[in-house]
């Protein structure tokens, strides 16, 4: 059995032990105490705009029916009849008022109430022996959304969503608050690779110092902005609350400048400005700082970038929302959606789709390089000699622990805020992930509240 | 979906220059001779595989209208190949071993709306993509109806639209750095 502790000890020396990217024991302290009760994200609102509407998401084996029902409430039920366990909706996306199970036709108002079944009379006496108006598909144990993203915790007590994400709600809006009216995403496109989830979840949390290398070939032909894939030691990175993410160091401007130069127009701007806060327009306009990839704990991951997408070298941003759906010890699904904000000119949604398109996503020419990676270190991460081997996860400290990369004074961004290469971030989503796997208090780095 | 239509003849002339063009175009791919293949595509072509999804019968779509894995314009499609060609392609370097399968073609005269006085042939085929990788992964296989616009240019068909409807809604291979 999986010694927790140990890996605990392990990760504070900035050891990771390289047998948890595959290891059945692992997974299965994973499914039950991190899967068990963390708020995962299941689907964003904008999904489900009308009555009915549905999509059907997991949560590792448990398979949720996100719906909006007729009042316009959108709840989360588990995907599975009351009766004989049938799923009761076996499409993945969908309008429906009611769901009926297909096995002996027990069925459901989108509500989650069980509206009628066959016979009742017959075959259970009416409501005597089955009091219809006690019955309801079973509901997620706890269903809250942050900015229209919709997450759901398999247990019925903890921490909220809002205690959950902490400061790191500075950096969210930057990605899903672009103006008052938030974001609508498109998608998902969905695959699986052979790879464990961890892997992805760490290197969209804080991994500035693979875009140089794995890259390299998007810098050779000039589909990113930035000419030098060195640059990206010039970025800040931070982690505060249950999220850490990568920034890039914008050159010398003012708010409205260098949103321009990552190819926002001057409407988007204007909305931005209005709808961020004065520490969240700060941090671009004073700091010069814009967010680029980032992992809400534990497995949503965002990304924010700004290609070249035509020859005369016009630049427009995307935002992508990334989920690593763990299937199992050694294979993960990727859901990955088109996100945009809802008051974008059409012209800007259309343009921002295709950099998305040619950047990220299945077929994304950065995304390829990286699956391609994290495939091999899973294969490699199974066998005997990987179980003595520690991979060292130790950049930014010295032999005696000291931090490398000082913290920067006056950055105006909550939590911690290094700049250049290092692992800090990885080392605090790895210390939250075995604090879960130990069973103890969930260990923060960063814990709530503002950075004086 | 659209209905059942029948194909021209396969000894139509347009039949086997379309079916044809698409066998040394699978080659060109399994060569992995992708600036060749460049040259085979119009300036304005179109190429588009929507995400495919699991809905109910009555439903009336079964795939995203919004999302795709491709939506490629030339200039996506070229920065795809210049990528390739680079020394930093990791995930085809190791290059995969591919085998583009294509089988079942049927054609039709003219574009949508055209009686193919001008040439225009559509084509449609079924792919099996097999594609392996190193020494121990599983191999992984994308199936797929292709619904293409062969256009008549100097030198034989070029390919001026493609549509492709992949049939699985959950893809069960690492990445699209393949052409399909």
């Known amino acids: ?452 | 979906m659209t209905g059942y239509e029948p194909s021209l003849p396969f000894d139509d002339s347009r039949h086997l220059a379309a079916h044809r063009f698409l066998v040394e175009e699978a080659a060109i791919l399994d060569f992995g001779d992708w600036a060749r293949w460049l040259d085979l595509l119009t300036d304005d072509v179109r190429y588009v595989m929507p995400v495919r999804v699991t809905t109910v019968r009555d439903t009336g779509y079964d795939t995203r209208a919004d999302m795709a894995h491709f939506d490629e314009d030339r200039y996506a499609l070229e920065k795809r190949v210049q990528r390739l060609l680079t020394d930093h392609a990791w995930t085809e370097d190791p290059r995969s071993r591919t085998r583009h399968l294509v089988t079942n073609v049927r054609c039709f005269p003219g574009e949508d709306g055209d009686d193919g006085a001008a040439g225009t042939v559509r084509a449609e085929s079924s792919l099996l993509l097999f594609r392996s990788r190193g020494d121990t992964r599983d191999a992984e296989y994308v199936c797929a109806l292709r619904r293409d616009v062969l256009r008549p240019g100097s030198d034989g068909y070029q390919l001026a639209r493609r549509h492709i409807t992949v049939e699985e809604s959950v893809l069960r291979t690492q990445n699209l750095a393949v052409f399909l």
């Open chain 1, 1 to 452: 059995m999986t010694d927790a502790s140990a890996i605990v000890a392990s990760i504070r020396e900035g050891m990771i032990p390289a047998y948890v990217y595959s290891d059945p024991d692992v997974f299965e302290l994973e499914r039950e105490r991190l899967f068990g009760s963390a708020w995962v994200f299941v689907a964003h609102e904008s999904e489900v705009p009308s009555p009915g509407d549905y999509v059907v998401r997991r949560v590792l084996d448990d398979s949720f029916i996100v719906v909006r029902d007729e009042g316009g409430v959108v709840r989360v039920h588990f995907n599975m009849c009351l009766h004989r366990g049938m799923q009761v909706c076996r499409a993945e996306v969908g309008n429906a008022s009611h769901f009926r199970c297909p096995y002996h036709g027990w069925s459901y108002r989108n509500d989650g109430r069980l509206a009628g079944l066959p016979f009742h009379q017959d075959a259970y006496g009416g409501d005597d022996g089955l009091p219809r108006a006690e019955h309801r598909l079973l509901p997620a144990p706890r269903v809250e959304a942050i900015d229209g993203l919709l997450f759901v915790s398999l247990a019925a007590d903890g921490p909220t969503l809002r205690e959950h994400v902490g400061d790191f709600v500075h950096y969210l809006g930057c990605y899903t608050h672009q103006s008052d009216a938030g974001l609508e995403v498109r998608g998902p496109q969905r695959w699986r690779v052979r790879a464990n989830w961890k892997i992805g979840s760490e290197n969209f949390v804080g991994d500035m110092y693979h875009t140089p290398q794995t890259h390299r070939s998007v810098v050779d032909i000039g589909l990113f902005r930035e000419p030098k894939a060195h640059k990206r030691k010039e970025g800040i990175l931070y982690f505060a609350g249950a999220g850490g993410g990568t920034t890039y160091k914008l050159p010398p401007g003012d708010f409205t400048e260098r949103m321009r130069y990552v190819g926002y127009p001057d409407d988007m701007i204007e909305r931005a400005r209005a709808a961020w806060t004065p520490a969240q327009v700060a941090m671009v306009g004073d700091d010069g700082f814009m967010v680029s990839a980032a992992t809400l704990f534990p497995n949503l991951s965002f990304v924010h970038n700004w290609p070249q997408v035509d020859r005369d070298g016009t630049v427009v941003p995307f935002i992508s929302l990334r989920q690593w759906q763990p299937v199992s010890p050694t294979e993960t699904e990727v859901l990955s959606w088109f996100a945009v904000d809802r008051q974008a000119p059409d012209a800007f949604k259309r343009e921002s789709y295709r950099a998305y398109l040619m950047c990220f996503g299945s077929s994304g020419m950065f995304e390829q390089d990286d699956v391609e990676n994290w495939v091999s270190i899973t294969q490699v991460s199974r066998g005997t000699m990987a179980r003595r081997l520690r991979l060292n996860s130790r950049m930014g400290l010295t032999s005696a622990n000291e931090a490398i990369n000082q913290q920067v004074p006056g950055f105006s961004g909550p939590g911690a805020a290094r700049v250049g290469y290092s692992e800090f971030n990885q080392r605090d989503w790895l210390t939250m992930w075995s604090s879960h796997l130990a069973g103890g208090p969930v260990e923060r780095v960063h814990p709530l509240g503002p950075r004086q």
